[in-house]
């Protein structure tokens, strides 16, 4: 039976807006090809592509991470993410036509001399802190490796010593990359308060976790870096393993739009403002430099305000991969684990992945806000368009 003429013309418009469609996503997602060479990037588990996975290889029992469901989404097998798939800085690798950003540990001294980590290097490790274990240890805080930022640059800096023939070539090459410091900071306070640190405890530190990040990112320019990443805190209290940890019988602890726990909320925004007047400083003392806050809190309160729209049909709060529980969360039990098997059959359907972490769908969103933009300041792409102009 032939169409009609009118359900033509609708077929043609639904392929065009499609089309076009496809196209406004494809152009958010290359806006900023071409600007830099590589990308060098220091964090936790929520940049980790593979350093925490080596770190444990000698351990009877493999991480909870290293086991399926892990990866399962892009990868099809765990990669030592901490997610079901890609990550922030998957995503913006893709947007600068860069490969997937290699994990530093686990590779021998020919590789990092190599062009293996000539596009891209990582250091990030899952769990990492900001603060080194001495410090954390003395205010009563255990983490669970010795892994700080510090260690991470004292890495960078033995890759470097054998990585260039000569300085002025490791500064090039420092000088042409995407240099991302963080997430990193988070678990300083993760740490804390779920190990029952009460709120004062946490906040009499925040000030040595900012001038950790400030002297990093100090040192990061000096060895010749010019564009640099600073993600803030996220929305702590949204978070699946917080809102099981600090379960409250009082509405009034909520915030009654999203069920988030507001004074932990509060906690992430004053440690952000406290973190973007010290990049303002940053920038009036090294104007040279191009120093971009990520507001990683905005553009992941998309779906905790509004899950459903941004495609998150089972909301925001409940993990996709746990125990069980009101949240699908126990500490006991976390995804990987035998007994943590109540495991959703749609990820995509779920901003949190295990309860600590977020899925693929959710980093997508949250890269998307930085890749156009939105939650970048100054603007990622505008930057990129002053340094690679048409």
């Known amino acids: ?110 590789e990092r001399n190599n062009v293996k980590f000539r596009q891209g290097v ?94 990093a990112i100090k040192e990061l320019i000096e060895l010749g870096a010019s564009t640099l990443l600073i993600p ?10 917080y809102l099981t940890k600090f ?12 069920g988030c726990i507001n004074w932990l909320n509060k906690f992430s925004q004053q440690y952000n403002e406290l973190l973007q007047k010290e990049l303002h400083f940053l920038r009036e003392l090294y104007p040279s430099a191009t120093i971009i806050y990520a507001d990683y809190y905005n553009a992941a309160m998309q779906f905790y305000t509004s899950p459903k729209s941004h495609g998150f049909r089972k909301g925001g709060l409940v993990a996709c991969c746990g125990a069980g529980g009101p949240y699908n969360f126990k500490f006991s039990a976390v995804c990987g684990d035998p007994p943590a098997r109540n495991i959703c059959s749609d990820t995509s359907m779920y901003a949190s992945w295990d309860g600590m972490h977020f899925t693929e769908a959710a980093y997508k969103l949250i890269a998307t806000g930085l890749l156009q933009g939105t939650f970048t300041f100054p603007s990622l792409p505008k930057i990129c368009n002053l340094l690679n102009p048409k």
């Open 247 to 258: 379960m409250h019988s009082d509405k009034e602890h909520y915030d009654p739009k999203t």
């Open 1 to 110: 039976m032939a169409a009609s003429s009118s359900s033509l013309k609708l077929n043609t418009w639904s392929t065009a807006a499609i089309a076009f469609f496809l196209l406004v996503i494809n152009h958010n997602f290359q806006i900023i090809e071409g600007c830099f060479n590589s990308i060098i990037s220091f964090g936790d588990s929520l940049a980790d592509t593979g350093n925490g996975l080596h770190l444990s290889l000698n351990k009877i029992h493999p991480p909870h991470f290293a086991r399926q469901p892990y990866g399962e989404t892009f990868f099809h097998h765990p990669t030592g993410r901490f997610s079901d798939g890609r990550l922030v800085i998957d995503f913006i690798a893709e947007s600068l036509g860069l490969p997937l950003v290699p994990a530093y540990l686990g590779s021998n001294i020919d």
């Open 122 to 215: 990582n250091f990030a490790v899952g769990g990492a802190t900001a603060l080194d274990s001495a410090y954390l240890l003395d205010k009563g805080v255990r983490a669970p490796n010795n892994v700080s930022l510090g260690t991470q640059l004292g890495w960078f800096k033995q890759m470097m010593s054998t990585f260039c023939k000569l300085p002025s070539e490791c500064k090039e090459f420092v000088q042409k990359s995407l240099v991302l410091v963080g997430e990193i900071g988070g678990n300083d306070f993760n740490h804390a308060f779920l190990a029952n640190s009460t709120k004062e405890e946490v906040e009499s530190y925040v000030p040595a976790v900012i001038s950790t990040i400030s002297s």
């Open 232 to 241: 803030g805190d996220l929305p702590i209290g949204c978070s699946t393993a």
